[in-house]
């Protein structure tokens, strides 16, 4: 499974680029709101010179229309944009326009997987299932996702990829790749608390005092030997 960042936030992107371990960005307009002063356009191409891989950018249009206005304008900005539409008519009727100009979309606000496959047959690139809003009225999110990997899994038609969002912990991660997704995308927090575990900094400290230890016995002599 692929993991992407779900913010709009420069540095975030610039700090977990470096790990190596980023294969796109997803933005919304939320995330976006929060980054104060930033231009939407240059936002998202400094994101795509950070990142080799879909960036996510979505529509604020309610119709079909200005939807598909806006995602040409989006997909011109750099060809890793993904056009980013909410699961309604309007967000399919764009999907199926924009896919024959060659533009890709990302359908976005799924939440059951009926919204998933329509989205799929208009022709998405990907779905994004937000597991973390489901588990909030207390639904099973990964349930979701599950259900949609069978369907798509079922029909050697859809190539749609599954992308598992509204992630809140690490837990949701594993769960998501258990059970189908094809990607999960992930707020930096996320992303940091799954890399960090206390055996590691305990197993690290242990080693490091050893180590220091055997060097604070050892003759300038030994020592010198030891470092040829
Ligand atoms: C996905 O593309 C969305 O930006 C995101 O995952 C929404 O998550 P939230 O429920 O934390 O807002």
Not at 39 to 54: E, K, N, S
Not at 59 to 66: I, K, M, R, T, W
Not at 191 to 217: M, N, V, Y
Request: hydrophobic content about 45%; charged content about 25%.
């Amino acid at each position: 499974m692929k993991i992407y960042l779900d913010t709009a936030n420069l540095n975030e992107i610039r700090e977990a680029a470096r790990w190596g371990i980023l294969s796109g960005v997803t933005t919304n307009p939320s995330l976006l709101a929060k980054e104060e002063g930033a231009d939407f356009q240059d936002t998202i191409r400094t994101i795509a010179g950070l990142v080799d891989g879909p960036i996510s950018a979505e529509a604020v249009s309610e119709d079909a229309d200005g939807m598909v206005r806006e995602g040409r304008e989006f997909a011109a900005w750099h060809p890793n944009v993904i056009v980013k539409v909410p699961c309604t008519a309007a967000g399919l009727e764009a999907v199926a326009r924009l896919k024959e100009d060659g533009i890709r979309c990302n359908v976005t606000l799924i939440f059951n997987a009926n919204q998933a496959l329509m989205a799929a047959l208009a022709g998405a690139f990907v779905v994004s299932p937000f597991i973390g809003r489901l588990d909030d009225i207390s639904q099973d999110g990964t349930d979701l996702i599950r259900e949609i990997a069978a369907i798509f899994e079922q029909d050697h038609d859809i190539e749609t990829q599954i992308l598992a969002a509204s992630i809140r912990h690490p837990r949701h991660v594993i769960e998501s790749a258990l059970a189908g997704a094809h990607i999960a995308t992930c707020p930096l927090r996320v992303l940091k608390q799954g890399l960090t575990h206390p055996l590691t900094d305990r197993g690290i400290e242990r080693f490091l005092s050893d180590w220091r230890a055997r060097e604070a016995t050892r003759t300038p002599a030994a020592a010198g030997a030891g470092s040829e």
